[in-house]
């Protein structure tokens, strides 16, 4: 099996595989514990990770707050923004993920107000509608919610205007980074922006962990937020529940081998999207159209459509040897709205399909791949 469906889900990095391992055996104490060693070991273990989280993000590692995974950190910050705070509005986009849409939806039938900014056809929010909003409004105190590469098209919203925007309004900033860590680079530590969503099952890390990024004010003050979950107050109180410690020493394995990569991995992936495209218009291009256009876009993902080619059908056809996909793995079943956000038909969304690259991808991985489907 080729795999090309890596924003749905990454493979585990074995040197990540390796660095989980003893703690599921012989290391499997409960980083809350006190005094004795497997604890310690647990804990040490815990905050060698977050160190390395933050030394991709370049945060401080206690702003690093362990969670399930982007789903739960993108509720996280929507939901426990609004409760802390009164006349509270939001401003996303519609080219958002189904977690921070749906969060959206659900807290806008509760009464908040809440604007979805358009996209142009290349899936860039509108920035200016962004700064003309926030001049409305005052009384509101305002989340702005902006993904930052898309998952589906890869476009890479302009987070530099956007929180200088933010900053201009006094107004915080989220960006829901889970598609762009470990394949751009992030620097939290030049940019306004006061929560971050990642996964880690998308940099080749374990699933069912990721972090929600919390920045403290200029002060050192903790940022308030409502948890979702209460208990036993982990997590710098923002997130009760026993550590998931092989999880979290995976995604700190996969952190820091992203990091140490970045470069390379970057290099890898505009070279292969660069030779994917290319192979595509010499072998297909009568039928081909191009829907992930934008100048500015996470390499190596390919969003694309055969003009006439149900989109199901032909990953159907090819899922004995090829995993590509018709769009989100969250939504694979409804139409794109992000594809229909940038302006396509219904009958466009129907032919569309998405490739997405990985490091561990080869040049004749997509020569097999480009063979078979002209064929
Ligand atoms: N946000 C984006 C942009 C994603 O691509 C995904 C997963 O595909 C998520 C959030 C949700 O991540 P998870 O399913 O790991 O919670």
């Known amino acids: 099996m080729i795999y090309f469906d890596n924003s749905a889900t990454t493979p585990v990095h074995p040197e990540v595989f390796d660095a989980m391992l003893p703690f599921f055996k012989e290391e499997y104490g409960n980083p809350s514990s006190k005094y004795y060693t497997l604890a310690e070991n647990a804990k040490k273990a815990v905050e060698e990770a977050r160190f390395h989280i933050a030394e991709l993000l370049k945060c401080d590692p206690d702003e690093v707050v362990f969670t399930s995974g982007a789903t739960e950190s993108n509720n996280m910050v929507l939901k426990g923004y609004l409760d802390t705070r009164s006349g509270v509005r939001i401003i996303t986009t519609k080219t958002e993920h189904p977690s921070v849409l749906d969060t959206a939806q659900y807290l806008e039938s509760h009464g908040v107000k809440v604007h979805y900014l358009d996209v142009d056809t290349y899936g860039f929010c509108d920035v200016d509608q962004l700064d003309t909003l926030l001049e409305s409004d005052h009384h509101l105190k305002t989340l702005v919610s902006v993904v930052w590469g898309n998952n589906e098209i890869g476009t890479l919203n302009d987070l530099s205007t956007i929180s200088s925007i933010c900053a201009k309004h006094g107004v915080s900033l989220h960006t829901d980074a889970t598609q762009v860590a470990g394949k751009v680079e992030i620097d939290l530590s030049s940019q306004v922006i006061t929560f971050l969503s990642l996964s880690s099952h998308k940099i080749h890390g374990p699933k069912g962990i990721g972090a929600c990024i919390i920045k403290k004010d200029a002060l050192g003050i903790r940022t308030k937020l409502t948890p979702l979950l209460h208990g036993g107050g982990q997590e710098f109180g923002y997130r009760s529940g026993t550590l998931n410690v092989h999880n979290i020493v995976g995604f700190g394995k996969a952190a820091e081998i992203a990091k ?68 989100s793995a969250c939504s694979s079943s409804k139409p794109s709205h992000v594809l229909q956000s940038i302006g396509l038909t219904l009958d466009q969304v129907r032919s569309s399909v998405r490739i997405s690259l990985s490091r561990f991808n080869t040049r004749d991985e997509i020569d097999l791949f480009i063979d078979t489907l002209t064929r």
Request: charged share 25%; aromatic share 4%.
């Open 260 to 327: 140490r990569d970045l470069r390379s991995t970057m290099k890898h992936l505009a070279e292969l999207e660069q030779y994917l495209l290319q192979k595509l218009h010499e072998k297909l291009s009568g039928i081909l159209h191009l829907n992930s256009r934008a100048a500015t876009k996470i390499p190596g993902i390919v969003n694309i459509r055969f003009e006439g080619v149900n989109n199901e059908l032909l990953v159907k056809k090819l899922a004995d040897h090829f995993a590509i996909s018709t769009g």
